[in-house]
């Protein structure tokens, strides 16, 4: 079979098939243990954050682990309209962004009153950033536009819609899962407040995905518990975005997952490989040793 729909999803690259093998094997260890084999899961996580946040141009704390786009997605329409309960209650999207953004806009018409603007595209699938300045009034919470159509391949301008929902004092976020990998994605130039990625989109298994948060959003989380944290996604002005998603998820397969993700980037076969292999390469370069406080058990 000639495969030809990586826009769908992708194999899984080679090498990250063979970065995986140690974490199934020998690097078995929980990342929210205390112990040597929780502290080497917990910096290899803390690796790959790093390398995400390199290849966005975003500061590692910035950078949430999911388990799918559609979490990444789910999180920042829901959350932002969690934290804006009875304060806003108005959204803005395109008629043509991934199911995971249009059903959860529609799950809030539905069970929280919440009213949605879903602007038109043109021909060629494009948004008028015109159109979404229209649509933005003084109860919109979120601007949810898509950085790449997954069907037409339609580039949208995200920066110039950016501007727009920044002089409203509206965050904005888009979905990035057919960008990122494929295109230099720079949160700063884009002007983004929320970011997501997906790992199987890149040649890293299904199941993983990544969501970057500027520092400032407001966003209420999703999910409480699971892990030796909780999972509090709140990164409200006076806060800093260190405070959100540091959970482990209670989850060894998620843990490896995540690790995934810069390999996949990686290996992708882009005109713009040399360069995201050449920021993350940079990160893993520049990146002060730490030290590791390892707690072990006596014996006897």
């Known amino acids: 079979m000639i495969y030809l729909d990586h826009n769908a999803t992708t194999p899984i690259a080679p090498e990250v098939r063979d970065a995986m093998r140690p974490y199934l094997e020998r690097e078995f260890g929980n990342p929210s243990s205390s112990h040597e084999a929780g502290v ?49 209650d108005h959204m803005v999207t395109s008629a043509i962004e991934h199911p995971a953004v249009l059903a959860a806009c ?18 060629s699938g494009l948004v008028d950033p015109d159109d979404v300045r229209r649509a933005i009034e003084p109860r919109t919470a979120l601007v949810s536009i898509m950085r790449a159509n997954n069907e037409v391949g339609t580039l949208q301008p995200i920066a110039e819609i950016a501007q727009i929902a920044r002089e409203r004092d509206v965050p904005l976020h888009t979905d990035a899962a057919q960008a990122v990998g494929k295109l230099l994605t720079d949160v700063e130039e884009l002007g983004v407040d929320m ?8 040649g890293a298994p299904k199941g993983i995905g990544a969501f970057y948060v500027r520092t400032g959003t407001r966003l209420d989380p999703l999910i409480h518990g699971g892990g030796a944290k909780p999972l509090p996604v709140i990164a409200q002005a006076s806060r800093n975005v260190a405070k959100l998603d540091r959970s482990w998820r209670g989850n060894v397969w998620w843990f490896l997952l995540v690790l995934m993700i810069p390999l996949g980037i990686m290996s992708l076969q882009t005109q713009h490989r040399p360069t995201i292999k050449e920021r993350i390469e940079r990160t893993r370069t520049e990146r002060a040793p730490r030290k590791r406080q390892i707690y072990r058990v006596p014996r006897g």
């Open 106 to 123: 529609a799950y809030l018409e539905r069970r929280l009153g919440f009213r949605v603007t879903r602007v038109r595209v043109d021909g």
């Open 40 to 88: 080497v899961a917990r910096t290899a996580i803390e690796r790959a954050r790093e390398e995400v946040a390199a290849l966005l141009g975003a500061e590692p704390e910035g950078v949430i682990f999911t388990g799918s786009g559609s979490e990444a997605d789910n999180l920042a329409i829901k959350g932002v309209a969690l934290a804006h309960l009875g304060e806003r």
């Open 195 to 202: 970011l997501t990625i997906v790992g199987h989109k890149m």
